[in-house]
């Protein structure tokens, strides 16, 4: 069966550090993998989305960068964290049909 | 752009039903899912509808789709205090072969009271 893993669970960081959140899926094949942030408005935002080794898509302009370096590992960047990137950041996956599957998240606050 | 609209909040006695709403804006949606999230958690996928589907029961939930007004329900029978979660409503267009983009709703948040 598939699984979904990210690390770490919760992370505090102070402002102009760097930054690194790791997905990894398995179980299956060339998922497609999105990086989602959760801010306390609870409404979800896509931030980024991979469609294949080393092919990531942005879908609003920010902070941050992802990078795909292997099928099933989806990694989260920043190189100077700022206030605004606290939140609540999930990784979700997908393959035939549209459904994503989420993985446990990771609570990251700048401080 | 794509549009998905829901109530911040329902509360409902335990043992009740409880129906939650959601709108949608894009004509060309062809699944539309159910997510729950429990605090601090991911999202756990509940259900999903296709759209040339009116209804989709499993258990305790039944889905409604109203595809001439863009009306989706989750109706949640029996309601326990373990439904108690953040339910989000999510669209997406028909499969594109790259991406699988959804487009949730803010959610709504179900309490449970005894």
């Known amino acids: 069966s598939q699984t979904i893993h990210q690390w770490p669970a919760t992370l505090v960081q102070p402002v102009g550090s760097p930054l690194s959140l790791e997905c990894t899926v398995e179980?299956?094949?060339?998922?497609?993998l999105y990086w989602y942030r959760q801010a306390a408005g609870r409404g979800l935002q896509l931030l980024f989305y991979s469609v294949g080794i080393g092919q990531i898509s942005s879908e609003v302009p920010q902070n941050l960068s992802a990078s795909r370096p292997q099928d099933r590992q989806f990694i989260l960047s920043s190189k100077k964290l700022l206030l605004s990137d606290s939140g609540f950041y999930l990784c979700?996956?997908?393959?035939?049909?549209?459904?994503?599957?989420f993985g446990p998240g990771t609570r990251l606050t700048v401080l | 752009g794509e549009d998905v609209e829901q109530s911040l909040f329902l509360s409902v006695r335990e043992g009740d039903s409880s129906v939650i709403n959601c709108t949608y804006t894009d004509s060309s949606s062809t699944y539309l899912y159910w997510y729950k999230q429990e605090p601090g958690a991911g999202l756990q996928l509940l259900t999903y509808?296709?759209?040339?589907?009116d209804m989709k029961q499993d258990q305790r939930l039944t889905v409604l789709l109203n595809k001439k007004d863009k009306h989706l329900s989750l109706r949640i029978a029996d309601t326990q205090t373990g439904d108690s979660a953040i339910y989000f409503c999510?669209?997406?267009?028909?499969?594109?072969?790259?991406?699988?983009?959804?487009?949730f709703g803010t959610g709504t948040q179900l309490k449970v009271e005894l």
């Open positions: 999510a669209e997406s267009p028909i499969l594109t072969g790259g991406g699988n983009k959804l487009t």
């Open positions: 179980g299956t094949s060339n998922p497609n």
């Open positions: 979700a996956w997908s393959v035939d049909r549209n459904e994503q599957f």
């Open positions: 509808i296709f759209s040339n589907m």
